[in-house]
């Protein structure tokens, strides 16, 4: 067997032996990616020589097999750090000290108020009280348990994952149809109805692209288990996710009681002054935007400190970083902050508007008539758009995050360059023809919709005296929604993070896969040849 087999079959030896002299060589050229050319000088395949040119080198000073001070910030190394997209960050800081001082008020007019101390006894019969808290307690344990049983799921069983949740996702969206059909709760039946057929023509859709997702699901994982603190950083997030979703759930009710307006809320004063629905629905809306904003740069951030422990893994695997994780996270909270919360805005703000068109659009269903049901077509149609533009924005932040993550540039510049990078490079055939992230966005919405099904049976249960008109069921089964959805996303957002690195890698130096990664590159070719026209 010749040198150059024994190479691309994965000799460790022989790939030892050349890393040194080849490993970063693309680096060190004009070009991140030199085309093959023909007698001619013409490129083969219709490559050419793009205009954004190659991404900065990773390394300044490529490492020795045995440099035990070799790290992250020396194999990514900023040649003149700065801190990205400050403006942004300090935006940021100033809606969370303002969330902070809406939140402090508002508990503690709560501790004044009817704040009730249980599920039945609490005398507070004009808005959410003590019952609520406690049913968005039990939504958040929910969230938890299934989020991290979710993760473990994925963790032993990579290759059967994506049927397990189709299937799972399948069943749940059409029982939970019936049963909002058969109860008479007209408005989620429907949805959910729509949902589950639009699952079903997916997941059809699907069937010829899984394996080569399962193979990139397992690759994912299995370098999880191997390097960095893949599933520590995933744990983390989530408990600061769940924290989040616990104090934004208190703030939310707080400020029900301590500024409804009703004579007998004692917050209130004789004339009235210090409560209005006004007051409530303008704190509403900023303490529910700034959630989504503070729980996106979180799930942001997660997803940043992952791709800096990948993107290692890929241009280093002989000899991996010191303290990858560690310098990755240093970068996302320092200069890559301010670029992380620009991200996280954008897509905070349409979610936002998502869920105003869900809470108006199940209002309009219960009013009934021609037109509450002209108006909850109306909002669906909204919300479809909105969908849209939001997996637009997610698309290209995911992959504009893995290259702030290795190489700190600022926001706009690291979008504009990936996305160009993805659809020169033909990686947008591999992005588009996996699976994993769209899966991973099914299994948070599973554990979102499992939150607002219990929180519509509490409420039939308990019956609390605020909701004896049916006139808060929607609020409360959104927000429920919305805490068991984002929870769900920050836990499964490391899964796809390694995936998305890897792609933008490959498309920046795709040499390096056929080089340094032969046998994942040729299991690639063989579940899916399409990859050669994007690999070379």
Partial sequence: MGEADKYMQGDPQQQHQNQGQSQYQNHNTNNAYNPPYNGNQQPVNGYQDHPYGPPPPYSFNPPQAHDEKYSFNDAFKLEKPKYNDWWAGILFLVAFAGYVAISGLAIHGYTKGFSGDGIYDD????????????????????????????VWLARLFPKAFIWITGILNLAWALGTAIYYLIVGYWSAGIVFLIFAVF??????????????????????????????????VSLIGGFFATALAAWFSVTLVAIYVSYEPSPDNPRCSVSGNNCSHGKVIGLVVYVTFAMFWISEWLKNTVHTIIAGVYGSWYFSPHNFPKKATRG????????????????????????????????????????????????????????????????????????????????????????????????????????????????????????????????YLYLLETDPPYNSDG????????YAFLIGFQIGHV????????????????GWDPQVMIRDHPELYHEMVRVYPRVQQAIH
């Fill in 123 to 150: 005398l507070n019969s004009f808005s959410l009280n003590s019952n609520t808290i406690i049913l968005f307690a039990f939504c958040l344990v929910i969230a938890f348990v299934f989020s991290i049983g979710y």
């Fill in 199 to 232: 699952l079903i023509f997916a997941f059809w859709t699907w069937i010829g692209r899984i394996p080569f997702s399962a193979l990139m699901l397992k690759t994912s994982i299995d370098v999880s288990k191997k390097y960095g603190h893949v599933y520590i």
């Fill in 328 to 455: 990755a996270a240093k970068r996302a909270l320092t200069y890559s902050f301010g670029s992380i919360c620009f991200g996280s805005l954008i897509v905070a703000f349409i979610q936002f508007l998502k869920q105003v068109c869900s809470v108006l659009r199940s209002q309009g269903a219960n009013e009934g008539g021609a037109a509450g049901w002209i108006t909850y077509a109306i909002f669906c149609v909204l919300s479809c758009i909105l969908a849209i533009v939001e997996w637009a924005v997610e698309f290209v932040n995911r992959y504009a995050f893995c290259h702030i993550a290795l190489y700190g540039k600022a926001y706009i510049a690291s979008a504009k360059d990936t996305w160009r990078m993805i659809k020169d490079r033909g990686i947008d055939a591999l992005v588009n023809d996996c699976l994993v992230g769209p899966v991973l966005s099914f299994g948070a919405i599973f554990i979102g919709y499992a939150c607002a099904l219990f929180a």
């Fill in 471 to 478: 006139g808060f069921t929607a609020v409360i089964m959104a």
């Fill in 491 to 506: 836990f499964t957002t490391p899964l796809g993070s390694g995936i998305d690195t890897i792609f933008v890698a490959a």
